[in-house]
């Protein structure tokens, strides 16, 4: 394999993490742990760091490729919080289809005050 291939592997990788993690917490809430965890880390830190770890395999890649100052919202931070603002009101909308044919509802988070 090459550096391109190795790069996007680790991505790959990270995003899987991040996957698994994101379903613990969903599955046993924001500040559980792993119980054979000595530093007993909650769910939503894990989250956290694996998103990190997304966001820096996706840097290493983007590097690699020297694509950075080619991709405008990767250069353009205004840019970005509008692609973000946007992609949060349309997972909104998914949210508020999903309350309506009753598929989800709205309910506090574990550790939310």
């Given at each position: 394999?090459?550096?391109?291939?190795?790069?996007?592997?680790?991505?790959?990788?990270?995003?899987?993490?991040?996957?698994?993690?994101?379903?613990?917490?969903?599955?046993?809430?924001?500040?559980?742990?792993?119980?054979?965890?000595?530093?007993?880390?909650?769910?939503?830190?894990?989250v956290v760091e694996e998103y990190l770890d997304v966001l820096a395999s996706f840097e290493l890649l983007i590097e690699e490729l020297g694509v950075k100052d080619a991709i405008e919202l990767l250069?353009?931070?205004?840019?970005?919080?509008?692609?973000?603002?946007?992609?949060?009101?349309?997972?909104?909308?998914?949210?508020?289809?999903?309350?309506?044919?009753?598929?989800?509802?709205?309910?506090?988070?574990?550790?939310?005050?």
């Open positions: 394999m090459n550096r391109v291939q190795f790069f996007i592997n680790k991505l790959v990788q990270e995003c899987s993490e991040l996957t698994k993690d994101s379903t613990k917490l969903s599955m046993f809430g924001v500040n559980s742990y792993d119980p054979n965890d000595p530093l007993k880390k909650p769910n939503v830190q894990l250069s353009n931070p205004e840019a970005q919080r509008q692609y973000i603002n946007f992609k949060k009101l349309k997972t909104m909308k998914y949210l508020e289809l999903c309350k309506e044919i009753g598929s989800t509802f709205d309910n506090p988070v574990e550790g939310n005050s």
